[in-house]
């Protein structure tokens, strides 16, 4: 089976640091995506990860250690227009499709 | 470059009818184009694969012969919700891949079954 855990909610205040954990469990790995969504809006990339280590990206930051099935999305200096759903992605070898996380809804206060 | 459109971008219907939905890559080719559905506050799950010319792949739980799908080239593909019931009711979102990594999402489309 397959399985992407993502936690469902996070608050976090204008100007910190947020990381945001993603676990997975998937047959065969493919590289792992992040998205922003914002509400009633299509996903938007964010980053693209597929050898160990960390990308990054302006304020963006995206982490993967493939051993631990493990990836987090960092973001620093944060907005209030990064108050979002932050959905993690992998996909499977040999295939273009993508699995989606659980999706995390971050809210960003002043 | 890389823009995917939708088409319409929400929908009213009553239920028993049928509604189309068209996704369609604007500059580029589409080698393979993906549906998902959404739920509020959920992520989306894959419905299907379709890759131009041939029958689309759906996902495990998906009725196939509910949601059809036609991907007749490589700029355009379009699901049709047919019988439409109040449970349909989500946000219906495509994307679009050249075959490369990344896959580029439309607009959504959203469908209210009344």
């Known amino acids: 089976g397959q399985n992407i855990d993502q936690p469902t909610e996070m608050t976090a205040t204008e100007g910190a640091i947020v990381q945001i954990n993603c676990t997975y469990q998937?047959?065969?790995?493919?590289?792992l995506f992040w998205y922003q969504q914002h509400a009633g809006e299509a996903p938007t990339f964010l980053s693209y990860?597929?050898?160990?280590g960390l990308e990054e990206k302006g304020r963006f930051s995206s982490f993967l250690s493939r051993s631990k099935g493990y990836s987090y999305l960092l973001l620093k200096e944060l907005q209030m227009k990064d108050s979002a759903s932050y959905l993690c992605?992998?996909?499977?070898?040999?295939?273009?499709?993508?699995?989606f996380g659980t999706g995390t809804r971050l809210l960003v206060s002043p | 470059g890389a823009v995917v459109s939708q088409h319409p971008s929400w929908v009213i219907c009553k239920s028993g009818t049928s509604v189309k939905i068209e996704c369609r890559s604007l500059?580029?080719?589409?080698?393979?184009m993906f549906w998902y559905r959404q739920f509020p506050k959920q992520s989306l799950m894959l419905m299907a694969t379709?890759?131009?010319?041939?029958?689309?792949?759906?996902e495990q739980g998906v009725e196939k012969d509910k949601f059809l799908i036609n991907h007749a080239s490589l700029t355009l593909s379009t699901l049709t919700v047919t019988s439409a019931h109040p449970e349909d009711s989500s946000f219906y979102i495509c994307?679009?891949?050249?075959?490369?990594?990344?896959?580029?999402f439309g607009p959504g489309t959203r469908l209210t079954v009344t």
């Open positions: 994307s679009a891949s050249t075959g490369y990594y990344e896959q580029y």
């Open positions: 998937t047959s065969g790995f493919n590289g």
């Open positions: 990860n597929v050898l160990d």
């Open positions: 992605a992998v996909r499977n070898t040999g295939f273009q499709k993508l699995v």
């Open positions: 500059d580029f080719q589409a080698t393979t």
């Open positions: 379709s890759n131009e010319g041939s029958k689309a792949t759906y």
